[in-house]
């Protein structure tokens, strides 16, 4: 199958239907999929900068890492919170050897 202007369009319609299904599919798998968008501008972000196009691999790659940010945002949350308890915890059991 010989990729043209008109076959591209398709697929590209078909993966935009595609991720808004799973988008809709539930909770778990729906924040997935939106992890998927992010991490695939970050990916063409690179194979941009690496074929020479650096103004455009940037500018997504920049869009990327800020929506993926984003979306990390309330998991970044709870690492730093687990963090700050274990090392609280630590603190307090550690001996004073004075």
Do not use: D, E, H
């Not at 990729?3 to 993966?15: D, E, V, Y």
């Not at 103004?55 to 970044?76: K, Q």
């Not at 949350?77 to 609280?88: E, F, K, M």
């Amino acid at each position: 199958m010989k990729l043209q202007s008109k076959n591209t369009f398709a697929l590209i319609l078909i993966a935009c239907g595609a991720l808004i299904l799973f988008g809709k599919l539930g909770p778990v798998l729906g924040w997935f999929v939106s992890l998927l968008v992010p991490i695939a501008l970050i990916g063409f972000g690179y194979l941009g900068i690496r074929n020479g196009k650096k103004l455009i691999g940037g500018v997504l790659l920049f869009f990327g890492a800020i929506i993926l940010i984003g979306r990390l945002t309330p998991l970044i949350g709870w690492v730093v919170a687990i963090l700050l308890i274990a090392y609280g915890i630590s603190v307090l059991t550690k001996k004073k050897s004075y």
